[in-house]
């Protein structure tokens, strides 16, 4: 579970109470996804997840607290796809960019609900937050690489917020809510970020 504890009313040490968390944050994330972290509600939650909604309050004191470890456990996971694909690319923007975007793009697919959570379709001011710290952890590290690749200095905290905002948007298109992988819009996603890549190194 790992990054989410932080969030949770107690700890699970059982495993079937563990299962239970997890069927929750499935629930959670196919929830936010689907109607917005406002549209949302804790008996829709429980019930998508098979429990009660005094099961769900055993552990997550409230909604938000549900989000946040949705958030912290995809931000964990994200940051460590993007440090291994960062950390793994080639010289150049053009290479910083083909890595971070498969990297992202291949956790997408493993992991769907994380599109609602880099750029969600429902905006609330809750969910909205959620996203932005999301898209900021991505872009300090992607700023760092694209310093390291050549990219003037002084342009490469923006060019790296501007990438993932853009990665973030065109993400629900080129993986859909089931994970699979869209070809068309997978190409074009490449060919945006990857002209902007190339545009930066000049």
């Keep these: 579970m790992g990054d989410a504890e932080a969030s949770l009313r107690r700890t699970p040490v059982q495993r079937r109470s563990r299962q239970r968390v997890e069927a929750l944050m499935a629930a959670a994330e196919g929830e936010f996804a689907r109607v917005g972290f406002d549209g949302a509600g804790t008996t829709g939650i429980a019930a998508r997840a098979g429990c009660s909604v005094g099961s769900l309050y055993q552990f997550f004191p409230h909604k938000?607290?549900?989000?946040?470890?949705?958030?912290?456990?995809?931000?964990?996971?994200?940051?460590?796809?993007?440090?291994?694909?960062?950390?793994?690319?080639?010289?150049?923007?053009?290479?910083?960019?083909?890595?971070?975007?498969?990297?992202v793009l291949d956790y997408a697919s493993r992991a769907p609900a994380v599109r609602a959570l880099l750029c969600p379709t429902f905006a609330s001011p809750v969910h909205a937050e959620a996203a932005a710290g999301l898209q900021q952890a991505m872009a300090r590290r992607l700023a760092a690489a694209f310093g390291g690749a050549g990219v003037d200095p002084d342009r490469c905290a923006a060019a790296a917020a501007v990438y993932v905002e853009s990665l973030a948007g065109l993400l629900a298109r080129a993986v859909?809510?089931?994970?699979?992988?869209?070809?068309?819009?997978?190409?074009?996603?490449?060919?945006?970020?990857?002209?902007?890549?190339?545009?930066?190194a000049r």
């Design 64 to 103: 938000g607290a549900l989000l946040e470890a949705v958030v912290r456990r995809h931000g964990a996971e994200l940051d460590r796809v993007a440090a291994s694909a960062l950390d793994a690319a080639g010289p150049g923007p053009a290479a910083v960019h083909r890595a971070l975007s498969e990297g």
């Design 176 to 200: 859909d809510a089931e994970g699979g992988r869209d070809p068309v819009y997978g190409r074009e996603l490449a060919a945006v970020l990857g002209a902007y890549a190339d545009a930066l």
